[in-house]
């Protein structure tokens, strides 16, 4: 096909031709020029090649004459991306004393002068010179602003200093002159300091920048709301703060948590429960189950029914088996605590578990078993190894081996328990 369209684009050229040679044999026409006393006089056909002749030898002379300059800038770029590429991989290597040196004589290239700045910043800071990292972050020029403003909000995250990492994002925030990473950033700084408002308007724009995996946006996603959600002042802005979350956002036991604490701290122990039941029966979640016995004392009798009726789905959960000790302490169960506790700590020890062990000693009025149990829960902190408690009752041995129970794929096969 492409043979046919070349000989095609011929033959229109030739018939062309053969046409304007025609019409320019009639009259080839005349032209003239006349200057100081000089005639000059000639064809049309003559004149039109004699200018594109003169037109070609000034093109040929203009480029004769810039080559030594277009050389001599070619190799300075050569030489500029050379710095630079050695300035990175001195970087990366950690070697910042000798990637500020090089990249310091990639920046003399107005080219590579921005990336060179910015890396040059970071290496300053990354050896302990901030004064060197605020200097090269002044000399950047504007088309580099947002990402030196993001590299100074990161300097002073990293340094602790989140207050001033959000004065200085914000201004930039409200006129929309924040990088992705200048949005991120804020989100982080305004985290730390309590403004859970100002991280939650971060969300959109950094959701639009697409600059985070899928995972990593639904990780702060669920950071900022669970914020939001714990420091809601009052039931309505609660309410309103749950109802504002997608359906898929309420689905995660994170904030499926947070709320559920929160709105146990306003009293609203009922809507607490409602939600971590609902969450329980689509998916099982050990963080819920323990929240569930974090919920206070007021309905305990009606938790403690659900909880027992979870051991049919985790048998083998230390976190639920927690909570049952939590919500046997409240009703007074003491007896049928310390067995919950004792499984507990033989699967999965924890400072939590021995917490509830101390409370049901101290509720047993064994006040040296509580000590005990609460100096363990420190321990257990710590990484320490804690130490073991007598048991209050003399009784046989409790069989704390894992029960194993029959799991069944989704086509109904059984298969052994997941580790």
């Not at 036991?253 to 029966?281: C, K, P, T």
Request: charge should be positive; proline fraction near 4%; glycine fraction near 8%.
């Amino acid at each position: 096909m492409r043979l046919w369209r070349t000989v095609l684009l011929f033959l229109l050229a030739a018939f062309v031709a053969a046409l304007a040679w025609h019409w320019l044999a009639a009259d080839p026409g005349y032209v003239q020029v006349r200057l100081r006393g000089t005639t000059v006089e000639s064809s049309l056909v003559v004149a039109i090649a004699l200018l594109l002749l003169a037109w070609a030898s000034l093109t040929l002379a203009w480029g004769l004459a810039r080559w030594p300059f277009r050389a001599w800038g070619r190799s300075v770029k050569r030489r500029g991306r050379e710095r630079l590429a050695a300035g990175l991989t001195a970087f990366a290597e950690g070697d910042y004393a000798q990637a500020e040196r090089d990249l310091a004589r990639a920046a003399q290239n107005s080219a590579f002068r921005t990336p060179a700045l910015l890396v040059s910043a970071r290496a300053a800071y990354e050896r302990g010179a901030p004064e060197r990292a605020s200097q090269a972050l002044d000399d950047v020029g504007a088309g580099g602003l947002r990402a030196a403003d993001a590299t100074r909000a990161r300097f002073l995250v990293e340094g602790g200093r989140h207050a001033e990492a959000l004065a200085l994002l914000k201004p930039k925030a409200a006129t929309g002159e924040l990088s992705p990473r200048g949005w991120r950033l804020l989100a982080e700084a305004a985290l730390a300091c309590g403004e859970v408002q100002a991280a939650l308007d971060a969300l959109p724009a950094i959701a639009r920048s697409q600059s985070l995996t899928a995972d990593a946006q639904a990780a702060l996603e669920t950071r900022v709301l669970a914020a939001v959600l714990a420091a809601a002042p009052d039931a309505t802005r609660l309410a309103a703060a749950w109802s504002g979350a997608t359906r898929a956002q309420r689905k995660r036991a994170e904030l499926v948590a947070a709320f559920a604490r929160r709105a146990a701290g306003l009293g609203q122990v009922l809507a607490a429960m409602d939600e971590i039941e609902s969450a329980q029966r689509r998916e099982w979640s050990d963080l819920l189950a323990t929240v569930y016995g974090e919920l206070g004392a007021a309905e305990a009798g009606a938790r403690l029914h659900v909880a027992e009726s979870w051991l049919a789905l985790a048998p083998n959960s230390a976190p639920l088996l927690t909570t049952l000790g939590r919500l046997y302490v409240l009703q007074g169960q003491y007896g049928k605590a310390e067995d919950a506790l004792e499984r507990a700590l033989a699967l999965t020890p924890s400072a939590a578990t021995w917490e509830a062990v101390g409370d049901c000693r101290k509720g047993e009025n064994d006040l040296a078993g509580a000590a005990t149990a609460y100096a363990n829960a420190l321990r257990c902190m710590r990484g320490e190894a804690t130490v073991a408690l007598a048991p209050l009752l003399a009784r046989d041995a409790l069989d704390t081996r894992p029960i194993a129970f029959e799991e069944r794929s989704e086509h109904g096969v059984p298969r052994l328990p997941a580790a």
